[in-house]
């Protein structure tokens, strides 16, 4: 093997290593980027229900009459805003299929109480 085989070789092996490297990082950003994702939407999904009344999740809630109404139905329809979001983010396929998941049941057993129906 002459020299110039050798730094051939010697580069090549480098050039292998590096992108091993960066390929490494990417997939660390990528998990990164998704976990700041989801940390975002959470605490906006934390931030919409501590505006909720104590009783919105019980199976008994009433919206007419309510002094508050105005507060909660702001407050669903920033949680309405929210769950789009997702949905879309879900459709052109810009989230991880377990994120979906998670917020999908989320959303469905959301929804399937009084308070969201009768908003």
Known sequence: MS???AGGLLT???TAVAAVLV???LRELNK?????HFSDYTKRFNEIASQLPEDATHMDFALEGR???TQVMRAMRRYFDLSYEEWWLHQHRL???DI???WEMGIRAGCGKPMP???
């Open 3 to 5: 020299w110039a085989d």
């Open 12 to 14: 090549g092996v480098a």
């Open 23 to 25: 390929i490494l990082q």
């Open 32 to 36: 990164q980027a998704k976990f700041s």
């Open 67 to 69: 002094p508050d109404r």
């Open 95 to 97: 989230i991880d299929r």
């Open 100 to 102: 979906w998941r998670l």
């Open 117 to 119: 129906q009768q908003a």
